[in-house]
């Protein structure tokens, strides 16, 4: 038996996660015609991607993850994460932080 190699996957794939991971953030659904759920403002670490909501879109703010960001490895796992995007020191410190731990655990 061989081990399962995990391949790292592309933006776009990255970019999808992130989308269907803030689609759950919308008790009908993403509005029709309501544009991009996700801003056009993300970061790339070495290990990981960055993604933000589209703020204009109005999501269940009773849940916690409502004013959260997305991080997505680049071999795919997404986590919710501190939406730290009006604070540029601390994201940019954030974001390698993030891909440091990926890195750590193979991710």
């Known amino acids: 038996m061989t081990a399962s190699v995990k391949s790292r996957i592309s933006f776009e794939q990255a970019k999808a996660k992130a989308e269907a991971g803030f689609s759950s953030l919308f008790v009908d659904g993403v509005p029709k015609n309501a544009g991009s759920i996700l801003r056009e403002f993300y970061l790339e670490a070495e290990y990981c991607w960055?993604?933000?909501?589209?703020?204009?879109?109005?999501?269940?703010?009773?849940?916690?993850?409502?004013?959260?960001?997305?991080?997505?490895?680049?071999?795919?796992?997404?986590?919710?994460?501190?939406?730290?995007?009006?604070?540029?020191?601390?994201?940019?410190?954030?974001?390698?932080?993030?891909?440091?731990?990926?890195?750590?655990?193979?991710?």
């Open 50 to 107: 960055m993604f933000f909501r589209n703020k204009a879109l109005i999501v269940r703010e009773e849940l916690i993850m409502s004013e959260a960001a997305i991080s997505v490895s680049r071999m795919g796992r997404v986590s919710w994460i501190a939406d730290l995007s009006d604070e540029p020191e601390r994201l940019k410190i954030y974001i390698a932080e993030m891909s440091d731990y990926y890195r750590q655990n193979g991710e």
